[in-house]
DNA sequence: ATGCCATGCTCCGCATGA
């Protein structure tokens, strides 16, 4: 009589969750499009990007009638990030640490904050543009910040690594990883998204222990995140892929599924990403 | 090399994005 009140035991115990990552280009024009997305139900935390919103300017209300606490970090007109979640979190900071070797330990940008629901730590990120590369012949200081601010993402998702609990850093990582992310990597060939330099940090990232889930269980295809609003890429399919979930191994032992949402793209007034997501299950699934 | 399109802010042109 014991076996099957132990196998209902178990899956109670381990309730699959989903979390998804979406830039939304401005949460006040795209709110309505997010709680529709939303309220499919098939997403338990959904990581925000360019908020472009203070933190009181948040539709905290329609967010809390539709069963999502949130967690804001915003910024007058430009980035700001956001956690909305259905399962109970607990916020663990906004904003990344600094480096030893930054002389200024103030960022005004914001870019990054990090939850943790039972033992997994999860980051929302916005990593910078960094385009212009050049100005005036000399590497730019948007391409630079770009390049320390993954500095400190590296060190800190390798602090985070040493708890030996399962990390996720998800988010807009402004990172085309691979000729297979892109329509026509010739056309990016020394753009911040696809530098010699940042490339080398996304890298170091993965020799950290981090892994890119949707690249791991999709190994040779071919899938995008974003496409411009100009010169009609959406219609031409000329994509890229740059909306990443990393994960510890911690976390990749726990990956039951992953893909691309393309529909919210294309819809009217669409951002100009569309949400990719991540399914997990809280323990290890084992294979008997 | 740049515009294309979209967003926010201070205004009706500019900065930013990727």
Redesign the pocket.
């Known amino acids: 009589m014991q076996p099957p009140l132990v196998a209902v035991e178990h899956l109670l115990r381990s309730d699959p969750f989903t979390i998804a990552t979406w830039?939304v280009?401005?949460?006040?024009?795209?709110a309505e499009a997010v709680l529709e997305w939303l309220k499919q139900g098939q997403c338990d935390i959904l990581l925000m990007?360019?908020l472009?919103?203070?933190d009181e300017?948040f539709p905290l209300d329609a967010f809390h009638a539709a069963g999502y606490e949130v967690h804001v970090h915003g910024q007058?007109?430009?980035?700001g990030v956001a956690i909305a979640s259905r399962l109970p979190l607990t916020l663990r900071q906004k904003g990344l640490p600094f480096l030893d070797s930054d002389s200024d330990k103030d960022d005004p940008?914001a870019r990054y904050i990090e939850v943790e629901y039972k033992q997994f730590i999860i980051g929302c990120l916005?990593?910078?543009?960094?385009?212009?590369v050049?100005t005036d012949g000399n590497l730019s200081e948007?391409f630079h910040y770009k390049c320390r601010w993954m500095d400190r993402l590296n060190q800190h998702a390798a602090a985070l690594n040493m708890l030996n609990r399962p990390v996720i850093l998800a988010g807009?990582y402004?990172i085309?990883p691979d000729a297979k992310d892109c329509y026509d990597i010739n056309a990016w060939q020394g753009?911040?998204?696809h530098h010699p330099d940042t490339l080398k940090r996304w890298r170091q990232l993965s020799y950290s222990g981090y892994t890119d889930a949707w690249r791991a269980l999709h190994p040779a295809k071919t899938a995008y995140s974003?496409w411009?609003?100009?010169?009609?890429a959406w219609q031409k399919d000329n994509g890229?892929r740059?909306d990443h979930f990393m994960l510890n191994a911690e976390a990749a032992d726990r990956l039951l599924d992953t893909d691309i949402d393309k529909t919210p793209r294309g819809k009217d007034?669409?951002?100009?990403?569309t949400p990719v997501w991540c399914r997990f299950s809280e323990n290890i699934p084992s294979s008997d």
């Open positions: 830039n280009n401005s949460i006040k024009v795209r990007q360019e472009k919103s203070i300017n007058k007109t430009y980035n940008q916005y990593l910078p543009n960094g385009n212009p050049m948007k807009d402004n085309i753009d911040a998204l974003f411009d609003y100009q010169g009609g890229i740059i007034r669409a951002s100009d990403h």
